[in-house]
């Protein structure tokens, strides 16, 4: 006996180091999860500290170096056409202005067509999310302008700014590209991202044909290198500046190049002396406790930064309650997966493209204030303009994945994956704990016959639940499709349906496969909860690929839950209070994690609980399906199965 | 096994519903499910140039068999009411799947009654009552046809299940030990895609000794009359045979080939474009395998001398198996096919799909396992990690080549895993054996039958 025990201690000495750090992190798996979960969202919230300054990697691009060509001339030429565009709208004619627009852009010398399009009512299609081409038709609903002449970059902008610029490049004949001037109608469809797709989609070759003949000639450009939206507002409130807003989230999360992002702050702010500004969350710039968080941060940064300057992280109280608002919208509007203006049409088809949003000081009317404001605008993307020229390829040197803290501030790809990854590295570790626990278990009982039973393969039967869970939630995930198709059905009535059918179709699986009661007798809960985790990282990790924003959001929620959860009845060998408090923190977790329970809490506490509705999830999940969001495939199959699963282990008897 | 016949049924019904969304789910045009040597779209634009009295091989574009061609060709441009035109050829292969179902669990029943056989003659009783009550092959047969990759295959318009069809009628001929049968089918597998070649060893042994059994060694322990029960008797006269119905069937495969070609191309033109298209790896379009990636970053001056290394890595591995798996000729096929499925030029889903099928057939052996879980994790894993790192890569543009490589490479990773594991379980297993057998014949026969 003493030598098997000295053979087996020399064993132990002579393993690897990395089976050994392995082995010592799977035995202390609570407290490696407690520690990592924590770290992850203390460094969550330190990325607006961690967030670095931008800067232009490409050297090509080279913004501002040049004069700028764009005159008052231009900006009165473009201060006619709005006129003439206001008194047609005035006189009721609203047909006419793409007549005038073609008219103004032949007469500059460029090729002239008006496309026709639908705008189709977008509905749940679920081939939709799977198939890359959008499956726009083309009808003819009203007239599109669409212009293509030595030109690139769509330049859409209703109020003749647009047209000022395209007359000039048109006469600027050293420009290497082309440039593609849509004005888009988008009275029937107000976010016009549909009018967007069906020419980009076009564009790339997708040449439908509609009532069994082409409509007029589509005439391409080449490949587009950038593509700019352009919007202006008339905003009646008064600033000291002219101010650009810019929207870069594309679907799922996508977004542009950086350096397209850079040029345009660089020119807005460095040129042009524009108040540049990107989606922010107003009430987290409000929020008292995030002011108190601020506080107590910002002289600890200052600290760590008198240590060692190299290190940048010194920030003050207010750009660190800016910079986690912006932050959050940054990570929010990408996690939705859906684009927040036009430009997304763009991004599907790997063309970087943001939309500006110009807005000027004053109202539009004012003849000065109008003159200034369409030069400066003008000249800003002039500058885009012949910046981008100046590429000989595609944007590539900078960023696509990154979150905004504020316009001249981003966080890398290398730095947010940290939290996430802390987040998510205990859920292999506590399920290779539970592993080895119910396998040195069951090995026990079955050394005593030479004919083991298959323990290495006792997870079968869990993987057979969950498989059949996530079955249902694919189920689950269709069932709008049959709804949405019911005639006369409201938001609340359709959330009502979606419910009783998930609930009827759960428990016909019951029937079918057996209660959860006599699940029981088969499966041990460890061996559950270890395929439930297993599952539930295999989502997330995929869900941080797709869409890296909704997974680490996602994260938060499921992994507490999936490493908290474990029978409500199995007594825990702790303090009655501590026993009492981890029960009801899990209780918490179960509720909180429920996808329309997470939906309505967040709503009631950013809106005011007034504001929540019975239909309203039913009308959040429409807004991302109808945008083939995979936001939707998460929350549906990944999320739900998962939250259903760790219900099971809550319940077990 | 109870639910078999209503699972089967179900699982060709869910092969029905999905043929005629195959086409929207774009499957065909997937790198993970067709390769160049097996996609149906390079089948139909083959056979539009031999219609076009050119040779099929003409371009770069067809690579498979000619009597492929006259089999499946003209069914790739029959239309059926507006229908895809490959509707017809993913019916046939619905079928087709159902009869490799059907072989698998045909060869699992012959394991099943070859073991408990050899458990009877070696007295352990209490094994040869577990391998009846786990009917492998029933099981095997659900799995491969409920496996998703055998689904995805089968509707993914690719000739993968063709193949796989004729390296499983092998094993089964072999198995039966019908060699016109195993004869006919290794040539027909061979002729499809090369690596089946090296079953000849599994083949030679199957029908040489019979389905798989535990080692002699047990048998002489046991002092089990060999000669007497017929055990472990080479029989050369099947071997014979088999030589002689092979060259029967390759001949009539050349000449119906050179037929089919019409003498639009000659048969060394044909084996330049079929057999040195897999041995040259010329086509570099990423697919699950490793070998695009390291072929497309290699040195030309290197690139022959790689081409003879990963080449003959697979036939570095076939004799020390060949030695250590004699005695389980059926597992060393499965063995083979997991190797080649890992190292071959064109790797695609299909492969995996056949050899996981079989692995269950090997359920009873390999129920001590080790990793199981993790290998389960693993596959679920790289199989929905593939499709979203090519989709980073080529649509989106965010991602690189080394983003789809690396989803590659860990599948090779788990495929290792899985070959060393199965390998060592089932040596372990025949260990097992031994001691069991050591143990029960120190002690007194009477007890061993009690027990």
């Known amino acids: 006996m003493a030598s098997e025990k000295e053979t087996k201690q020399g064993l132990a000495k002579k393993s690897r180091l990395i089976v050994r750090v392995g082995s010592f992190l799977v035995s202390h798996s609570a407290l490696v999860s407690v520690i990592c979960c924590i770290a992850g969202c203390v460094l969550l919230l330190l990325l607006p500290v961690l967030a670095k300054s931008t800067y232009v990697s490409e050297n090509a691009l080279m913004p501002g170096s040049a004069t700028p060509m764009f005159s008052n001339q231009d900006a009165l030429e473009a201060n006619r056409l709005v006129k003439d565009i206001m008194r047609i709208l005035e006189d009721g004619r609203e047909m006419e202005i793409a007549q005038l627009i073609g008219k103004r852009m032949e007469d500059v010398g460029a090729e002239v067509y008006y496309h026709r399009f639908r705008s189709d009512n977008l509905h749940f299609n679920p081939l939709g999310f799977f198939s890359s081409a959008c499956n726009m038709v083309l009808k003819n609903s009203s007239g599109c ?37 849509l004005a888009a109608d988008s009275r029937h469809d107000p976010r016009s991202t549909g009018i ?58 996508q977004m542009p190049n950086l350096d397209l992002i850079n040029i345009v702050h660089y020119l807005a702010v460095h040129r042009q002396g524009l108040d540049v500004k990107v989606g922010t969350f107003k009430y987290l710039q409000n929020s008292a406790l995030l002011k108190h968080l601020s506080e107590m941060l910002s002289p600890l940064t200052k600290l760590a930064q008198s240590l060692n300057p190299g290190w940048k992280v010194g920030i003050n109280s207010a750009d660190f309650v800016e910079g986690t608002a912006t932050l959050a919208s940054s990570m929010y509007y990408q996690a939705l997966g859906v684009p927040t203006r036009p430009h997304g049409a763009f991004r599907d088809f790997q063309i970087d493209a943001i939309t500006m949003e110009l807005s000027p000081r004053g109202r539009l009317t004012i003849e000065n204030g109008a003159s200034s404001f369409l030069l400066r605008g003008g000249r800003l993307i ?27 501030k981003f966080v890398s790809v290398g730095i947010y994956m940290i939290p996430f990854a802390l987040l998510v590295v205990p859920l292999p570790i506590v399920a290779a704990a539970l592993f080895s626990t119910t396998e040195s278990g069951s090995s026990a009982t079955a050394s005593s016959g030479v004919v083991a039973e298959s323990h290495t393969w006792n997870w079968l039967s869990s993987a057979n639940l969950v498989f059949n869970v996530h079955l249902w939630a694919v ?99 702790l303090s009655l209070f501590r026993r009492t408090s981890l029960q009801f923190a899990k209780l918490v977790l179960a509720v909180l994690a429920f996808p329309p329970a997470t939906f309505a809490i967040s709503k009631g506490l950013l809106q005011g609980f007034r504001s929540v509705g019975f239909g309203d999830f039913w009308e959040w999940s429409e807004f991302l399906w109808t945008w083939n969001s995979a936001t939707y495939l998460y929350v549906t199959l990944v999320h739900l199965p998962c939250w259903v699963l760790c219900m099971h282990i809550l319940l077990h008897p | 096994m109870r639910w078999f016949w209503p699972l089967v049924v179900s699982a060709l019904a869910c092969r029905l519903l999905l043929v005629p969304f195959a086409e929207n789910l774009n499957l065909g045009s997937r790198p993970e499910v067709a390769t160049p040597l097996t996609s149906l779209r390079r089948l139909a634009e083959g056979y539009w140039l031999k219609q076009s009295s050119m040779s099929p091989y003409a371009g770069s574009m067809y690579h498979g068999s000619p009597l492929l061609l006259t089999i499946l060709g003209p069914l790739t441009i029959k239309r059926v009411h507006g229908q895809s035109s490959h509707l017809i050829c ?44 786990v009917e492998a092959g029933d099981v095997a047969s659900v799995v491969y046809l409920w496996n998703p990759l055998t689904i995805i295959t089968c509707v993914g ?60 060694k047990l048998f002489h322990m046991k002092n089990v009359d060999v000669t007497g029960t017929l055990v472990r008797v080479f029989s050369w006269r099947l071997i014979i045979q088999f030589a002689f119905w092979v060259a029967i069937w390759s001949c009539y495969i050349l000449v119906l080939s050179s037929i089919s070609l019409k003498g639009l191309d000659r048969l060394p033109e044909m084996w330049k474009k079929t057999y040195g298209f897999i041995l040259t790896v010329e086509d570099l379009s990423p697919n699950i395998g490793v070998l695009w990636y390291f072929f497309a970053e290699v040195f030309d001056f290197f690139r022959v001398f790689f081409l003879i290394v990963f080449h003959v890595n697979i036939l570095f591995m076939v004799l020390p198996l060949a030695i250590r798996l004699t005695h389980r000729p059926c597992f060393l096929a499965f063995v083979y096919i997991m190797v080649w499925s890992m190292l071959k030029s064109y790797p695609s889903v299909g492969d995996a799909a056949l050899y996981l099928g079989l692995l269950v057939l090997f359920a009873n052996e390999l129920a001590e396992m080790k990793f199981s879980f993790f290998i389960f994790c693993g596959y679920i894993g790289v199989s929905l990690l593939s499709p979203v790192m090519h989709n980073l890569w080529i649509w989106r543009g965010t991602g690189n080549a080394n983003f789809y490589f690396a989803t590659g490479l860990a599948y090779a990773c788990l495929q290792t895993i899985l070959i060393v594991e199965s390998v060592s379980t089932m040596l372990n297993h025949d260990r097992m054996l ?18």
């Open chain 1, 382 to 408: 002039e500058g885009v303009i012949r910046s981008v020229n100046n590429l000989l390829e595609k944007f590539h040197q900078s960023f696509f994945l990154y979150f905004l803290t504020a316009p001249n």
């Open chain 1, 475 to 573: 189920l689950v995930s269709l069932l709008p499709y049959l709804i949405s198709q019911m005639p006369l059905m409201n938001s609340a009535i359709s959330m009502l349906s979606w419910i009783s059918f998930s609930l009827s179709t759960i428990f016909i699986f019951y029937l079918l496969m057996g209660s959860p009661n006599s699940y029981a007798k088969v499966y041990n809960w460890k061996v559950l909860k270890c395929v439930t985790i297993a599952a539930a990282s295999i989502g997330l990790c995929l869900m941080s690929i797709i869409n890296f924003s909704t997974a680490q959001v996602g994260a938060m929620l499921l992994v507490p839950l999936c490493l908290m959860v474990r029978p409500l009845k199995k007594p825990i060998q």
């Open chain 2, 157 to 216: 318009s690719c000739t993968s299940p063709i193949d796989n069809l004729m390296v499983v009628l092998t094993i089964y001929g072999a198995c039966s030990r019908i060699a016109p049968l195993a004869a006919f089918a290794w040539v027909m597998a061979t002729h499809f895609s090369l690596y089946p070649a090296i079953l000849l060893i599994p083949v030679t042994l199957l029908l040489g000794y019979g389905p798989d059994s535990p080692p002699s």
């Open chain 2, 434 to 451: 031994w001691k069991w057998l050591k143990t029960s014949t120190s002690s007194t026969p009477a007890a061993v039958q009690a027990s």
């Open chain 1, 145 to 181: 302008t669409s212009i293509g002449i030595s030109s690139v970059g769509i330049i859409r902008a209703p109020r003749g700014l647009a047209y000022s610029v395209f007359s000039l490049l048109s006469r600027v004949v050293w420009l290497a590209k082309d440039i593609v001037w």
């Open chain 1, 196 to 253: 967007d797709t069906c020419f980009v989609n076009k564009f790339h070759g997708e040449d439908r044909k509609f009532d069994g003949r082409t409509y007029d000639v589509f005439r391409r450009a080449g490949t587009m290198a950038a593509a700019l939206v352009v919007k202006v507002i008339d905003k009646s409130e008064r600033k000291e500046r002219d101010r650009l807003d810019i929207y870069a989230e594309a679907s799922n999360g």
């Open chain 2, 90 to 133: 993913s019916l046939i292969f619905v079928f087709v799947d159902f009869l490799i179902a059907m072989l698998i669990r045909a060869i699992g029943q012959k394991l099943v009654q070859s073991n408990c056989k050899n458990f009877k003659l070696l007295q352990i009783s209490k094994l040869a009552k577990s391998y009846e009550c």
